[in-house]
């Protein structure tokens, strides 16, 4: 028996398809057999499966759970949660690795499957052999003489349990909205054991997104939020992306703390615990971010963008401390390492504690810096990479300073500006950040200048 995928589905950081067109019941099984495949020789005999609240969901853990079982390999069934809820389940109970089915932060129809193994991210190149394995039908597995069992249990209590284990902040009022992803369940019993005042949005898990669409990084998806904390003058606000990875978050004045800037209020409170610890950042994150982690004593650490590649560089550098400019934070520092929003909304709060402010003046003390948006714009999937070559190219004869971790990140007195190629689309990114408007407008203009020279210019906005 062999199965191919779509060509679209295997991504860099996990599968995803949009259900009934590139993503079908057969696909799920042919993950859950490969998957399973690969654990068994292994060694391994046994892998926790989760899933969100999408529609489709349920059907698809099915078949994928019939994949695992063929293969010889149990299942462990932790049932409809948010993907940190899996990851938890994987880093604590008796299993190889698990298998998260969620769309994340995509629109209703998507579905997909993010997976850990033994501990370790998994992606890029475990993600490619799965479709080979699937293409070849190469599934003989040590185990498939027997069939794997399934046996659900609820572990929702005991993580949330987790998640407070140790809780040493004070009491806010805090609103927060689950925007009726997989996180609703969790908020509502995580609230229930915090102190203070809470007031919650949108817990119930329908995976049609009536209120609106699960991702905090868009500003028009914090609009419910924002009125929320101004109608009860809360202290600050958080959000969550559909399967609960992602976090967002407001200060009292309605005004967003983006990932980085989210980074900046967890390091300060951290660096006190551990004394130059290494704090790491993707590419797109604020220099002032990187700046103030080096003036608390901190090693700030510029890496690639990509949940999966950050985890594996913490795990590297044995940072306590990571995030991303999309709103994944990871906390190895009394933790696991993995992006867990709910965890990460407790540690705000234990932050703004430690740190003797509230969330809106820590908001407010940080530098003003003006941003483009995160620019994404179609370019040919063969040139992709190529126009970023070029790009440095050039930029290494000008002599500019550029730092070439992931693309092309230019300093300029102005600010910086970032280009590069999306691992997972055929687009490239581009991101600026100065100090005045002035400024910014020249960073963009010589991102334009790169890209004419590439002859490209900046197309219209592609999505996620």
Do not use: C
């Not at 069934?77 to 809820?85: A, Q, R």
């Not at 629109?107 to 997976?115: E, L």
């Not at 993707?282 to 999966?308: C, I, N, Y």
């Not at 930029?395 to 730092?403: K, M, N, R, Y």
């Amino acid at each position: 028996m062999t199965h191919n995928f779509h060509p679209t589905m295997l991504r860099e950081y996990d599968i995803r398809g949009v259900v009934g067109d590139t993503l079908s019941d057969a696909d799920a099984y042919a993950i859950g057999r490969s998957f399973a495949t690969m654990v068994a020789r292994a060694g391994g005999t046994r892998i926790a499966v989760g899933y969100d609240g999408r529609l489709s969901s349920p059907m698809l853990a099915d078949a994928l759970v019939r994949g695992v079982t063929d293969a010889g390999v149990d299942v462990l069934n932790v049932g409809l949660g948010p993907t940190p809820m899996l990851y938890y389940a994987a880093a604590t109970q008796d299993v190889a690795g698990g298998i998260q089915i969620t769309g994340s932060h995509n629109p209703p129809d998507y579905n997909g499957f993010k997976m850990t193994l033994q501990g370790r991210p998994f992606y890029g190149a475990d993600i490619q052999a799965i479709g080979t394995m699937a293409a070849a039908g190469d599934w003989e597995s040590p185990a498939a003489d027997g069939k794997g069992t399934a046996e659900t249990v609820d572990i929702l209590d005991a993580y949330v349990d987790r998640l407070v284990e140790g809780f040493a902040g004070t009491a806010f009022r805090i609103g927060w909205d689950a925007g009726n992803g997989a996180a609703g369940r969790v908020i509502e019993k995580l609230t229930e054991r915090l102190p203070g005042e809470h007031h919650l949005l949108f817990t119930d898990i329908d995976g049609t997104f009536p209120n609106h669409h699960p991702d905090p990084t868009e500003e028009k998806n914090l609009a419910d939020l924002r009125k929320l904390v101004a109608e009860k003058s809360l202290d600050f606000g958080v959000a969550f992306d559909g399967d609960g990875d992602r976090i967002g978050a407001i200060d009292g004045q309605g005004r967003v703390i983006w990932g980085d800037q989210l980074l900046q209020i967890y390091a300060a409170a951290l660096l006190k615990d551990h004394p130059g610890a290494t704090v790491i950042a993707d590419v797109k994150a604020s220099q002032a971010l990187f700046d103030r982690v080096a003036e608390l004593g901190g090693q700030p650490l510029m890496w690639k963008t990509g949940h999966s590649l950050i985890k594996a560089k913490m795990k590297e550098t044995n940072s306590p401390l990571a995030g991303e400019m999309s709103g994944h934070i990871f906390f190895a520092d009394r933790y696991y390492g993995f992006d867990d929003a709910p965890y990460a909304a407790v540690r705000l709060i234990e932050a703004a504690g430690k740190l003797g402010q509230s969330v809106t003046d820590l908001r407010g003390g940080m530098a003003p810096m003006v941003n483009t948006p995160e620019m994404r714009f179609q370019v040919d999937e063969a040139r992709k990479f190529a126009i970023v070559d070029e790009v440095l190219d050039r930029l290494a004869t000008s002599g500019a300073q550029v730092d070439r971790t992931d693309g092309a990140r230019v300093l300029t007195d102005d600010g910086w500006w970032l280009l590069r190629a999306s691992n997972t689309q055929d687009v490239l990114v581009a991101r600026a950040e100065a100090a005045d408007e002035a400024g910014l407008a020249r960073l963009v203009a010589a991102i334009d200048e790169q890209l004419a020279l590439s002859g490209v210019q900046r197309g219209p906005q592609a999505g996620h």
